[in-house]
């Protein structure tokens, strides 16, 4: 814990005034008015002490993406046992938690395939090597439950329109949805996508992560960036023949991104609808459109994705069509066509008032790649810069095995500035739920603290009580020691302890305290 000489002095000064009180009484020697006075003292002295520190967010969400595609970060390779398998994710997940991370972005459909069991799209490849086979198990109840044993938010990630990494339909598993239906798909720079013009792909897509939100007990619905393709060397995108049927008056630009907005509202209706607490958000490419081009974009110069790519993130911000966005801002500061310092404000003002919450993407994978990412520090200032701005609610680094490597000890650095305590997830009031009731029957045996579980608690915050008393616990994560899972605890020494509940959305219950001696 890092405090100051004047946040001890108001501590002790809340302590001692209080313990008087405690000892004496109004009418011991002063006047009723003299002790009303000291009294409000004592609990001036003690909100003082109680002020929150803006270095220790108390709430801030802190992410890993964990891609599957192309084997990238889990499975290393295709066609590992289960065993194997099992074991790469877990450390992983160690690694997370380990540095007081608190959810994961786990890619479940990289290519219109599937890395769990599906009835409408084929296993990945990615899992043993050849579309369409059958593992033997379906991984996805055991991604999912590790990562809440480890107090990890588990995110499903979809990419929704790439629908083959093959440009020859023919080589696809006979029940891809692709093979099914030719009609839906366009090939592009040597790879098939589906047409997001057409109302049956919407339909499809959907119906895909309907089918994950009923089954499975995720916590999130989660999108990259990948909307229209990137342009590259495909040439023309081939959907003439859907824009004459579906355009209706519309300039091409606008109908592509009318696509995607109808696609992104008709999943967030359908998240909702299906279980009201899961949360949908995106990861759009980080700039949304240059000043240039139009007044209300970021002073920039790169790539559009509102005209590239057909994504308008300001637009579902408006709609509210999104719980979050997660802008990929994978450029350092003073970098001329993208600068960090730039973008991270204009998301911020995009945000704000809106209810939608805003997480920045931050490009571990790129620390150490050139002579602008050589900086050690480049990330830890990034999040330095984030703390002017209350509507960032916390980050996500890509990728998993970039955590794992730990390029120039960037992440060492993080977590000792930044991440040294645990931190609870933002609210979402949108999503609903309601704290459970505090924990009931808090014991300590020694040092092992246990209590009852609380009807509707997912997990459980354990503070150590400061000496300035415990509604401090209220006001940042200095005093966090651990979010649990399991009503038990092993406390770090003698003290005051205090735990409360947390619903699966982390509202939180008043506390329960206990001594340990």
Same mark, same amino acid.
């Not at 599937?114 to 990615?126: D, G, H, Q, V």
């Not at 997001?196 to 339909?203: D, F, S």
């Given at each position: 814990m890092r405090t100051g000489r004047p946040l001890l002095a108001a501590a002790a000064l809340a302590v001692a005034t209080?313990?008087?009180?405690?000892?004496?009484?109004?009418?011991?020697?002063?006047?009723?008015?003299?002790?009303?006075?000291?009294?409000?003292?004592?609990?001036?002295?003690?909100?003082?002490?109680?002020?929150?520190?803006?270095?220790?967010?108390?709430?801030?969400?802190?992410?890993?993406?964990?891609?599957?595609?192309?084997?990238?970060?889990?499975?290393?390779?295709?066609?590992?046992?289960?065993?194997?398998?099992?074991?790469?994710?877990?450390?992983?997940?160690?690694?997370?938690?380990?540095?007081?991370?608190?959810?994961?972005?786990?890619?479940?459909?990289?290519?219109?395939?599937?890395?769990?069991?599906?009835?409408?799209?084929?296993?990945?490849?990615?899992?043993?090597?050849?579309?369409?086979?059958?593992?033997?198990?379906?991984?996805?109840?055991?991604?999912?439950?590790?990562?809440?044993?480890?107090?990890?938010? /588990?995110?499903? !990630?979809? @990419?929704?329109?790439?629908?083959?990494?093959? +440009?020859?339909? &023919?080589?696809?598993? =006979?029940?891809?949805?692709?093979?099914?239906?030719?009609g839906w798909v366009v090939k592009y720079g040597g790879r098939l996508y589906?047409?997001?013009?057409?109302?049956?792909?919407?339909?499809?897509?959907?119906?895909?992560?309907?089918?994950?939100?009923?089954?499975?007990?995720?916590?999130?619905?989660?999108?990259?960036?990948?909307?229209?393709?990137?342009?590259?060397?495909?040439?023309?995108?081939?959907?003439?023949?859907?824009?004459?049927?579906?355009?209706?008056?519309?300039?091409?630009?606008?109908?592509?991104?009318?696509?995607?907005?109808?696609?992104?509202?008709?999943?967030?209706?359908?998240?909702?609808?299906?279980?009201?607490?899961?949360?949908?958000?995106?990861?759009? /490419?980080?700039? !949304?459109? @240059?000043?240039?081009?139009?007044?209300?974009? +970021?002073?920039? &110069?790169?790539?559009? =994705?509102?005209?590239?790519?057909?994504?308008d993130a300001l637009a579902w911000i408006k709609a509210g069509t999104v719980d979050y966005v997660m802008p990929q801002l994978y450029w350092p500061r003073g970098f001329k066509a993208a600068d960090y310092r730039e973008l991270m404000p204009w998301w911020a003002g995009a945000v704000k008032g809106s209810g939608v919450q805003l997480y920045i993407g931050q490009a571990l994978y790129r620390v150490g790649e050139d002579q602008s990412w050589s900086k050690p520090g480049e990330l830890a200032a990034h999040l330095t810069l984030n703390r002017k701005y209350p509507e960032v609610k916390g980050d996500v680094y890509f990728s998993a095995k970039n955590l794992l490597a730990n390029p120039l000890g960037a992440m060492d650095r993080v977590v000792k500035e930044f991440y040294s305590r645990p931190a609870l997830l933002p609210i979402m009031k949108q999503l609903g739920g309601h704290a459970p009731a505090k924990p009931a029957g808090v014991k300590a045996a020694g040092t092992t603290l246990s209590w009852t579980p609380s009807q509707g608690a997912r997990g459980y915050a354990v503070y150590q009580v400061p000496k300035s008393g415990e509604s401090c616990y209220e006001t940042d994560n200095r005093n966090l020691l651990a979010v649990v899972t399991s009503p038990s605890y092993t406390a770090k020494g003698a003290g005051t302890y205090l735990v409360t509940s947390l619903d699966r959305l982390q509202h939180e219950s008043k506390g329960t305290s206990v001594k340990v001696s």
């Open positions: 209080t313990t008087a009180a405690y000892l004496f009484g109004p009418g011991a020697g002063e006047s009723p008015a003299a002790s009303k006075k000291k009294t409000t003292t004592a609990s001036a002295a003690a909100a003082a002490a109680c002020k929150a520190d803006p270095r220790y967010p108390k709430r801030q969400l802190r992410g890993l993406w964990i891609a599957t595609t192309t084997n990238l970060d889990w499975p290393s390779k295709a066609g590992l046992s289960q065993a194997r398998q099992k074991a790469e994710y877990l450390k992983i997940l160690d690694t997370a938690a380990k540095r007081n991370l608190n959810a994961v972005f786990v890619q479940v459909r990289p290519a219109s395939d599937a890395i769990y069991r599906s009835s409408l799209e084929p296993w990945s490849k990615f899992l043993t090597g050849t579309a369409g086979k059958d593992p033997g198990w379906d991984p996805l109840p055991f991604l999912i439950d590790e990562a809440h044993k480890r107090n990890l938010e /588990f995110h499903a !990630w979809f @990419n929704p329109y790439r629908a083959a990494y093959e +440009s020859d339909v &023919s080589q696809l598993p =006979a029940n891809h949805p692709a093979r099914q239906h030719p589906y047409n997001p013009g057409l109302p049956q792909v919407r339909e499809h897509v959907v119906k895909v992560v309907d089918d994950v939100v009923s089954r499975y007990d995720i916590d999130g619905v989660h999108f990259d960036d990948y909307f229209y393709p990137y342009p590259g060397e495909g040439g023309q995108f081939a959907d003439k023949a859907a824009f004459a049927k579906y355009g209706k008056g519309k300039s091409l630009a606008e109908w592509r991104r009318d696509n995607v907005n109808k696609l992104v509202a008709e999943v967030d209706e359908s998240v909702h609808a299906r279980k009201s607490y899961v949360k949908f958000g995106i990861s759009p /490419f980080g700039i !949304w459109r @240059n000043k240039a081009q139009d007044p209300s974009g +970021s002073n920039t &110069s790169g790539m559009s =994705a509102y005209d590239s790519i057909y994504a």
